[in-house]
């Protein structure tokens, strides 16, 4: 999976791919993970998608390759760029995330582990809560990453 996702997207230096608990329920409920907040937002530029299921032949084929491609099908169909959004739930399965270094893969793990068990509470205290405005998202995510970025210390 790993080997697959760096020859489909060349800007990845580093993949992770755990099973932490909430980042987990969020792919097993086959559930994306939509911007309710800044802390979101300073990480991934939008809603963190779900891969659709592998089919039987996938699994029983060559699995690892076969979720790489479904992860790569999933970006590319909803023309999302990796480092944009450098998650994603394979549903039934686990989270996958990257960066440009191995350690920024790894930070963006702890940062969607976080983020999806901001949500669940979030949604425990008030259920119909929505996504954050774009132009607040953007805000955060923009100060933080891209040439422009200026938020923390070089």
């Avoid at 800044?38 to 963190?48: E, I, K, P, R, S």
């Avoid at 270094?101 to 976080?114: P, Q, Y």
Wanted: proline share 6%; charged share 20%; glycine share 8%.
């Amino acid at each position: 999976t790993h080997l697959h996702l760096y020859r489909a997207f060349a800007s990845l230096g580093g993949v992770v791919h755990t099973h932490s608990a909430m980042a987990t329920a969020f792919s097993q409920a086959g559930r994306e993970l939509p911007c309710l907040g800044t802390t979101h937002a300073d990480h991934f530029n939008g809603t963190v998608p779900v891969a659709r299921p592998l089919t039987e032949s996938e699994v029983t084929g060559d699995y690892g390759r076969n979720t790489g491609r479904v992860i790569q099908e999933c970006f590319e169909s909803r023309r999302i760029e990796p480092l944009a959004v450098p998650a994603v739930f394979v549903h039934g399965h686990g989270p996958f995330c990257w960066g440009r270094t191995a350690e920024e893969a790894v930070d963006n793990a702890i940062a969607l582990e976080f983020c999806a068990a901001v949500a669940i509470t979030t949604w425990q205290l008030d259920p119909p809560a929505s996504t954050i405005p774009r132009f607040l998202l953007e805000k955060h995510f923009l100060r933080k990453h891209g040439p422009a970025a200026y938020y923390g210390q070089r």
